[in-house]
């Protein structure tokens, strides 16, 4: 038996010597959480949804406990893009992960870009002022980098890998 409503149940026990108890038992039934969002991730990125991570484009179905130990059923539709927008301007890197070079094009004029190490440090500060930029990599060594793009006054992270 599996209620879907909140329910009472009559219960009774027979004993011994033909004695019986009967109980009232209310079963209360507590909703089902359901949330569907659309979401949009720039290559490289995760989306976290509880201790899940997603990282391809898809439909994801996840089942998370409430406060109160219930279920609750996330559903989350993932894109995974190498553009980003930012109201009404596109920022595009690639390749990435990227060797010697990595381009950057956006339809709004870029101000600057720091690339900086994984721990924040500012490694290079280029100044732009033009729609692409090619950033030369020969000089860093593999692994996890942070781009900080600065475009229409706006700042936008997008993490890169070095191979």
């Given at each position: ?30 909703p ?5 969002y ?16 997603h ?17 609750s ?18 920022i ?29 440090i ?42």
């Open positions: 038996m599996s209620p879907d409503t909140t329910t009472t149940y009559v219960v009774t026990a027979s004993y011994e010597y033909g004695c019986q108890a009967v109980k009232s038992i209310i079963i209360k039934v507590n089902k959480y359901r949330i569907e659309d979401t949009t991730i720039i290559q490289g990125d995760t989306l976290k949804v509880g201790n899940l991570k990282f391809v484009t898809g439909s994801y179905s996840d089942t998370l406990k409430t406060y109160k130990g219930c279920d059923i996330v559903i989350t539709n993932l894109i995974v893009s190498d553009i980003i927008t930012i109201e009404n301007n596109f595009k890197t690639y390749p990435n992960p990227a060797k010697k070079i990595l381009k950057i094009e956006a339809n709004g004029l870029i101000n600057n870009i720091e690339l900086l190490s994984i721990n924040g500012v490694l290079q500060s280029i100044m732009v002022n033009n729609k692409e930029v090619t950033i030369d990599l020969n000089n860093y060594v593999q692994g996890i980098y942070i781009l900080r793009i600065n475009i229409a006054k706006k700042i936008r992270i997008v993490k890169i890998i070095i191979e």
